[in-house]
Every structure is written in structure tokens, then in C-alpha cells.
């Protein structure tokens, strides 16, 4: 019972004080912990923060381990989609990604940008207007058009509407992304969006995805983070339960690896 006591109060009292000061912080415990725009500061790695001690903090945990990780998962897709962008193009063929939980989307600017929107057309979609808004200004930034990236408001957990949404849009992608989503999707939900997301993808499109096996923050997410629905609790999946919830759902050529935090599984799954 006192270590428990002790525990909370380091947890809540004394880090929750101090991560207030900070920008990363601020954002995880006053409810926005799973926003894109709060990643996108992860991305950035530019520490900011309050009252004097709040860069420096801010610093601190920007170099967690699962931050570090973040960025990596970042860097990866980056990679993964130039590569799939460039074989496309070998074959005279465009490249059409839908990232389904975008958040800001500033790896879709860069992308975009890196290869001058040639035979690339991009839609984020994400729920959270104020990171759709960051995200068109970082396109922008990017000089990346409006018709080459596009950003649309929709709730991402409701799966089932992507399908509708393309034909609505008269649009289907061969590349589809989730850097933020299934760790939040409880197994039933998870399972039926592998499903949907094969529907929606054209054949031979790839299904990239990111999920998490452990955190190395994960006492502090729990204890002091917090998102718009409550406690930022996340689902830890080994990466064999994903592979066989992927080849029930029909994807062939199913492959992942694991970062070097063992904490990131990436998914590379082919319809």
C-alpha cells in the first residue's frame, strides 16, 4: 500500500507538475495525447515549453525511448512509400495513398514534395480538425497542392465508411497507411478493419501499418496521459496475432519487422 502511495505520487503530483511546464507534455496530460498534432511536435524534436524549466523538460521527453521510436516509425514510412512510389513509376503507373489516421500528416507533405507530385495523389483522413488544419499548412510549407494532398474530416474508427468514401470521391488507393490505429482498436474492431481495408484497397495494393508490442513509457502514459476518451491505455499485440488476423482477411505476402525498442511492429501486408 505505501509503495503504491508512493508511486502515485511521483506519478501524479511531481511528474505531472513537470510535464506541464513542457509543450509534449501539456498536450499528453491535459487530454491531447493521441492528437497528430501532438506527434507532430515528437516529429519536429524541436523542444518548447513554460516557465523556464519547460524547454528543458520538454527536451527530456522528446529523447524518450518510445519518442525516439515515434520518429523512427516516421522515417520508415517515409522509406517504404518512396521505395513503393519509384517501382510504381518504373511501370508507368501512379501511386494513390490514403493514410486513414493522419493526424497532421507530415510525412504525406514530404513525400509528396520529395518526389514534386509527380504521379502521386495523397488523402489523409483524420477526425481532429485543428491537426487537419496543421497538416494543410505543413503541405503548404512543402508547396505540395491542394489537388496532390488532399485532407478530409472522418472518423476513422468507423472503418466501414472508407470503402463508400472512395466511390463517393470516385477515387481508390493501391497503398493504404495506419501509423496510429490499430493499438487503439480493441481485437473485434481490429479485426474488422483489416477486413474492410482489404475491400477497400485495389488489387495488388499494400496495407502499411504500424502497431505496438510494448512501450517503454507505458506506466507513465497510463498514469499520467491522458486522450479525449480518458487514460491513454493502448492494445499491446504480439505480431503473430496480427499476422493471422491479415491472412483471414485475405492479405497475401505478409511481412513484418520490429524496431530496435521492440517497440514498433511494422506491417506490410499485399492484397
Given at each position: 500500500?505505501?509503495?503504491?502511495?508512493?508511486?502515485?505520487?511521483?506519478?501524479?503530483?511531481?511528474?505531472?507538475?513537470?510535464?506541464?511546464?513542457?509543450?509534449?507534455?501539456?498536450?499528453?496530460?491535459?487530454?491531447?495525447?493521441?492528437?497528430?498534432?501532438?506527434?507532430?511536435?515528437?516529429?519536429?524534436?524541436?523542444?518548447?515549453?513554460?516557465?523556464?524549466?519547460?524547454?528543458?523538460?520538454?527536451?527530456?521527453?522528446?529523447?524518450?525511448?518510445?519518442?525516439?521510436?515515434?520518429?523512427?516509425?516516421?522515417?520508415?514510412?517515409?522509406?517504404?512509400?518512396?521505395?513503393?512510389?519509384?517501382?510504381?513509376?518504373?511501370?508507368?503507373?501512379?501511386?494513390?495513398?490514403?493514410?486513414?489516421?493522419?493526424?497532421?500528416?507530415?510525412?504525406?507533405?514530404?513525400?509528396?514534395?520529395?518526389?514534386?507530385?509527380?504521379?502521386?495523389?495523397?488523402?489523409?483522413?483524420?477526425?481532429?480538425?485543428?491537426?487537419?488544419?496543421?497538416?494543410?499548412?505543413?503541405?503548404?510549407?512543402?508547396?505540395?497542392?491542394?489537388?496532390?494532398?488532399?485532407?478530409?474530416?472522418?472518423?476513422?474508427?468507423?472503418?466501414?465508411?472508407?470503402?463508400?468514401?472512395?466511390?463517393?470521391?470516385?477515387?481508390?488507393?493501391?497503398?493504404?497507411?495506419?501509423?496510429?490505429?490499430?493499438?487503439?482498436?480493441?481485437?473485434?474492431?481490429?479485426?474488422?478493419?483489416?477486413?474492410?481495408?482489404?475491400?477497400?484497397?485495389q488489387d495488388g495494393g499494400i496495407f502499411l501499418f504500424f502497431?505496438?508490442?510494448?512501450?517503454?513509457?507505458?506506466?507513465?502514459?497510463?498514469?499520467?496521459?491522458?486522450?479525449?476518451?480518458?487514460?491513454?491505455?493502448?492494445?499491446?499485440?504480439?505480431?503473430?496475432?496480427?499476422?493471422?488476423?491479415?491472412?483471414?482477411?485475405?492479405?497475401?505476402?505478409?511481412?513484418?519487422?520490429?524496431?530496435?525498442?521492440?517497440?514498433?511492429?511494422?506491417?506490410?501486408?499485399?492484397?
Amino acid at each position: 500500500m505505501l509503495k503504491q502511495a508512493l508511486e502515485d505520487f511521483l506519478y501524479k503530483k511531481v511528474l505531472r507538475s513537470l510535464m506541464l511546464t513542457s509543450k509534449l507534455g501539456r498536450q499528453c496530460v491535459l487530454g491531447e495525447a493521441s492528437a497528430g498534432y501532438n506527434f507532430d511536435h515528437m516529429y519536429e524534436n524541436k523542444a518548447n515549453g513554460y516557465y523556464g524549466i519547460g524547454p528543458a523538460i520538454d527536451y527530456v521527453l522528446l529523447h524518450l525511448p518510445a519518442v525516439k521510436a515515434t520518429r523512427a516509425r516516421k522515417e520508415s514510412i517515409i522509406k517504404i512509400l518512396g521505395e513503393e512510389i519509384e517501382t510504381r513509376k518504373s511501370q508507368g503507373k501512379a501511386t494513390r495513398i490514403m493514410d486513414v489516421a493522419c493526424g497532421a500528416g507530415r510525412y504525406l507533405a514530404e513525400v509528396d514534395a520529395g518526389f514534386n507530385q509527380e504521379g502521386v495523389e495523397i488523402i489523409g483522413v483524420d477526425y481532429d480538425t485543428k491537426s487537419l488544419k496543421l497538416g494543410r499548412s505543413i503541405a503548404d510549407a512543402y508547396r505540395v497542392s491542394e489537388s496532390s494532398l488532399r485532407f478530409f474530416r472522418g472518423n476513422v474508427f468507423r472503418l466501414e465508411r472508407l470503402k463508400k468514401f472512395g466511390h463517393k470521391i470516385d477515387w481508390r488507393p493501391n497503398i493504404i497507411v495506419a501509423s496510429g490505429l490499430v493499438e487503439y482498436l480493441d481485437d473485434p474492431k481490429a479485426q474488422s478493419a483489416f477486413q474492410q481495408i482489404y475491400e477497400a484497397l485495389q488489387d495488388g495494393g499494400i496495407f502499411l501499418f504500424f502497431s505496438q508490442q510494448n512501450n517503454p513509457s507505458k506506466k507513465l502514459m497510463e498514469k499520467v496521459c491522458t486522450t479525449g476518451s480518458g487514460a491513454w491505455i493502448l492494445y499491446y499485440r504480439q505480431p503473430e496475432l496480427l499476422s493471422k488476423w491479415l491472412m483471414e482477411a485475405q492479405f497475401k505476402q505478409i511481412n513484418f519487422s520490429i524496431d530496435r525498442w521492440n517497440m514498433y511492429n511494422l506491417f506490410l501486408a499485399r492484397k
